[in-house]
């Protein structure tokens, strides 16, 4: 960004100085990103930071020392800096005074966010920056030997009045903040799961507090293969846009290696319904799982899996490199099976093998890293 000062954004404030740092602000005065030093910066609402330099990636330990820094560097933008509007109606002293709430405040709002939410383990990246509600916590199935998210929570729904009550709180929390929030994204694993009048009765709800914002959710293909045409012709009337799905591999082997029971030719049923709906797909695939074992069965599943779903340009098929967590099952019987994990240059094989496979499909291609992620 060339320009050195203050930007006035409906969604954002943000502030560069000539060394080229650069720190974005919600409306209530929270910063989100930052460029300090040559380092990337993004903050949670939880108050979770992670800085990424390049390739590299880490969960910032002394919080305390950054937030000063950057607390401090904004007020001295804020002194000298040249201001510019993306409107004329964007107000600067609302911007200084937002600007000002600084350190004590930022550590209230942490402390809000842990009234209202339990942890977020997971989003997909181009929801980030969505307004998420808690519809159900943690994941109704849980078994998948390879996955953490949800590990330590125990399964729950809201039932509507709690959801409703719910929804106010996030939106008083988000407060101005939420011009930043192009989406509202149905959390945690599967909130798609609920019977199919009590979803839909859940779209009334929200769309009592925001009629603009179309919805997102992640969904499972146990749970998928049982909603309906109708279901899906109905949500999308209240502005549901996308499911996402952890496909994950196209081989039903691996799945089974994996304790994930789902059936992939599902997804095709899964798929007619959902465009019959005009709802897109998000499909998660999982580079490198299986490791060297699986390799071959992997890449050529899930290339005769994805090839044969009518797939169209507003779909996305995500590309997430596998990360073992240490202390979960799938460690333990890779190892009882003695598969040998990929190296980097064999996910890149992998990844390109199946790309190569795929290169007819007209959707997006994107890359999903989990451990970049932060709510
Ligand atoms: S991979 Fe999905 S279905 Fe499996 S435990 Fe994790 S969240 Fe649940």
């Given at each position: ?14 502030l ?45 330990g ?7 820094e950057i ?5 001295r ?5 040249k ?11 609302e911007?200084?005074?937002?600007l ?23 989003l ?9 509600l ?9 078994k ?6 949800y ?36 959390g ?30 992640f ?8 909603k ?16 996402y ?8 082997k ?62 996305i ?17 890779a ?10 240059y ?6 390109e093998?199946?790309?190569k496979?795929?290169?007819n ?15």
């Amino acid at each position: 960004m060339e320009f050195e000062g203050i930007y006035l954004k409906e969604s954002s404030i943000i502030l560069s100085d000539k060394n080229f740092n650069l720190i974005s602000y919600d409306w209530e005065g929270r910063w989100y990103y930052a460029f300090i030093k040559g380092y990337g910066y993004r903050k949670g609402l939880n108050g979770r930071i992670l800085k990424k330099k390049r390739l590299f990636i880490e969960e910032v330990g002394e919080k305390e020392r950054l937030n000063r820094e950057i607390f401090e560097l904004s007020l001295r933008i804020l002194k000298e800096g040249k201001i510019k509007k993306e409107k004329k109606n964007l107000k600067i002293d609302e911007a200084e005074r937002v600007l000002k709430s600084g350190i004590e405040f930022w550590k209230e709002n942490e402390k809000r966010f842990y009234e209202i939410y339990s942890d977020i383990s997971i989003l997909p990246p181009d929801q980030y920056l969505s307004i998420y509600l808690q519809l159900t916590e943690g994941c109704n199935y849980g078994k998948c030997i390879f996955c953490d998210f949800y590990k330590k929570k125990k399964f729950k729904t809201k039932n509507k009045k709690e959801f409703e009550e719910h929804i106010k709180r996030v939106y008083d929390f988000l407060g101005k903040g939420i011009s930043l929030r192009k989406s509202i994204f149905l959390g945690d694993a599967n909130a798609i799961l609920l019977p199919e009048k009590e979803f839909i009765k859940t779209l009334e709800i929200i769309r009592k507090y925001d009629d603009k914002r179309e919805i997102f959710s992640f969904m499972d293909i146990f749970t998928g293969v049982k909603k309906s045409k109708s279901f899906f012709k109905e949500i999308k009337k209240y502005g549901f846009e996308r499911v996402y799905i952890g496909l994950e591999t196209g081989s039903k082997k691996l799945l089974e290696f994996l304790e994930k029971y789902q059936n992939p030719e599902d997804l095709k049923e899964i798929t007619l319904r959902l465009k019959d709906a005009e709802i897109n797909l998000g499909i998660i695939i999982m580079i490198g799982i299986g490791g060297d074992k699986f390799f071959e069965e992997h890449v050529r599943e899930t290339v005769k899996i994805l090839k044969s779903l009518p797939l169209d340009r507003k779909d996305i098929i995500y590309f997430s490199d596998f990360v073992i967590f240490k202390d979960l099952p799938y460690l333990k019987k890779a190892e009882k099976e003695k598969i040998k994990e990929l190296k980097p240059y064999e996910m890149e094989t992998q990844k390109e093998m199946i790309l190569k496979g795929i290169k007819n499909i007209p959707s997006l291609i994107s890359f999903y890293n989990v451990l970049e992620f932060v709510y």
